[in-house]
């Protein structure tokens, strides 16, 4: 059996917690690593054109808060790059701040030579042929929502944020699709905005790019018809490998990571919004891997962390994930919710 049909034959417990449907997966699959999201040279380039942006933007100390819940309560967690990471100690969700504007956020993401790279043939071309797996299962596991939450029809989708040529295409076989907008995406992807409501919209790791959690919601909310269902990836900031590694984590880095909520930060946003969770999981499989990978960079007051990483065996580490994503604490999450009330 391989690993991706091991997704469908986990041990799944469903209990209702409060309104909310936990599923809890248990499964480890072993095809998906670090190498296949982030393969070296390419990965190496993208950080390093990013720290180049990022290193050249004026350092601004003015007053933080979190961009999610409003609190005022936020500790300096991390800088990276002379920008600032903090952690918003109501809700434990970790934002980069005081937040870019508008400008420099254009910039980053359409013209920068990161951009270019990005939107280049050989960067999304390699990104088609490593991601197919990601991919196959990330349509399965909507496929999965979209019969449980909405039926077995075909359905109106809007792709919001896309960025993979790669992943539109995948998508768009999808059997759970009728037709399929694109909303916001970054190049190379092309705008193709849809003038109805949809059924279903998919936030695949945009939320953590954006400077106002708020206005994505009430944008996304106006194409997104009333019971409709929203489909959220994203890393999360209160996750087991962030929490670890902090600024020695490869692949959180200004402006890529701006907003990492916490499960607890981002039921908030959906609730304000008008939105039911009704799935809220991590069921991230590089935490350990990646704090593994990072061995030398550990921070030293990290103690737990560097005995379990330094002195038990593979057996171990992988139980260790899997506590992670059953307890909502890997760093990669998902949430299913629907949209239950209209909210100007
Ligand atoms: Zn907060």
Redesign the pocket.
Known sequence: MSGLERWFVLQIDIYGKKDIKMIRYKFLDTSIHEMNIHPNSIFSKERELARMFVSQLEKNNSLVY?P????G??ELFFEKWGQKYYL?E????V?LLPLPDQKIMRDYFFTSELAKFRSSTEYQELATRLRQGLWSNLVEWIEGRVRRYVGMDKYHVIDWGSKFTGWINRLEKAHFISNLNMEEPLPPVKSYESTVQADLICLLDVIQRTTNPHELLKKVSKKLSLNGLLIITCRSGSGFDILTLREHSDNVFPLDHICLPSPK?IQKLLEEHGYKVLELTTPGLLDVEFVKNAKGKIPSDQYFQKHLISQFDEATLERMQIFLQQNNLSSHLRVVARRVEDRK
């Open positions: 979190c999610l819940c409003k609190s309560n936020a918003c109501t809700d434990w969700s934002n930060g």
